[in-house]
């Protein structure tokens, strides 16, 4: 049973800041809040539940501002959304794996963010995406590159009396591509024991701009600079990747636990980055009429243990 607390549901911003500077804490799609509270992991005394603030709500895209996607945006929405699979395939990725279809259809992305999870499935993608947060209170809104958003475990920049108000996306230019990898030790419904998440831009080969996100890596989403160095400005081989993979398994802090070891999950760090390469490069060179088509995942001798594996298990990761 959920313990006792006083319930708020306002219809405005502005009163819903208001309460969230008084302690209650804010609630959306409730997929993790209310799971807490019923396990004994958090005990508010208040809730403020969000979901009738429409400043928070609704989304919309033009090629000249791009995406801005409303706090309260269900994963389903993003998922189902056919502009989203054509300019922000990763996203698309990480947003249709989020627990179940009924999760996904009450889970908000604004919730995922907040959530702070390193796990994440939306936030790695977001990352490489080049997105940037809105929060909004008394004093206004502030435009936050999503990079600089986490300040810690569970922690972000945001005062006690703002909320997340939107997410702004790009729109990329087609020569740029996509993708996100999430290695999880069962096929539906669980939390990835690692994610990699990769956007290129290229030119004639060459990489012009390169970004890495990775999630369940550290203690909260990171964007990998070492590897992105690396990329930069330098002709896309299979060296030249393998370099990178080793630059962001030296660069993650993935920690053990009772899910996975921090061992193998240094080797994932490797193994998952050559291939969302290998797919962010296929879809960079693909016009945007072809991007929202899926990219089967290719994986190599000697990744993730398919050396030794028989036929019928390395079809099977293959087909994720």
């Not at 313990?3 to 911003?13: D, G, K, V």
């Not at 033009?62 to 994963?75: D, P």
Request: aromatic letters at 8%.
């Amino acid at each position: 049973m959920l313990p006792r607390f006083e319930l708020y549901m306002p219809e405005t911003l502005e009163e819903a800041c208001r309460l969230k500077a008084k302690g209650a804490l804010p609630v959306a799609g409730g997929t993790d809040v209310y799971v807490n509270m019923h396990g004994g992991k958090e005990r508010p005394a208040a809730l403020v539940d969000i979901k009738g603030v429409k400043e928070l709500d609704g989304v919309s895209f033009s090629l000249e501002k791009g995406f801005e996607i409303g706090a309260l945006t269900s994963h389903r929405r993003i998922e189902e959304w056919d502009k989203i699979k054509r300019y922000h395939y990763a996203l698309f990725q990480g947003c249709s794996q989020v627990g179940s279809v009924q999760i996904r259809y009450r889970g908000t992305v604004g919730g995922n963010i907040m959530n702070g999870a390193p796990s994440a499935d939306s936030c790695g993608p977001l990352l490489a995406c080049g997105a940037e947060v809105v929060v909004a209170g008394p004093k206004g809104e502030r435009v936050i590159p999503f990079e600089k958003f986490y300040t810690g475990f569970k922690k972000h920049d945001i005062a006690e009396d703002e909320l997340l108000k939107r997410i702004l996306l790009p729109v990329p230019p087609e020569n740029s591509g996509t993708a996100y990898y999430k290695y999880t030790r069962r096929g539906a419904m669980d939390l990835a024991l690692l994610g990699v998440s990769a956007y290129l831009e290229l030119t004639e080969g060459r990489v012009d701009i390169a970004r890495i996100a990775l999630t369940t890596a550290a203690t909260t989403p990171v964007r990998s600079y070492n590897a992105e160095s690396v990329l930069a400005g330098n002709k896309l081989t299979d060296e030249l990747i393998i370099k990178a993979a080793e630059a962001v398994a030296a660069e993650g802090k993935p920690r053990s636990s009772w899910r996975s070891s921090a061992e193998f999950r240094v080797r994932l760090l490797h193994d998952l980055t050559v291939t969302v390469l290998h797919e962010a490069a296929e879809r960079a060179g693909k016009s945007f009429d072809e991007k929202s088509e899926p990219i089967p995942a290719k994986f190599y001798e000697g990744q993730l243990g398919l050396k030794s594996a028989g036929k019928e298990e390395h079809e099977c990761k293959q087909s994720r």
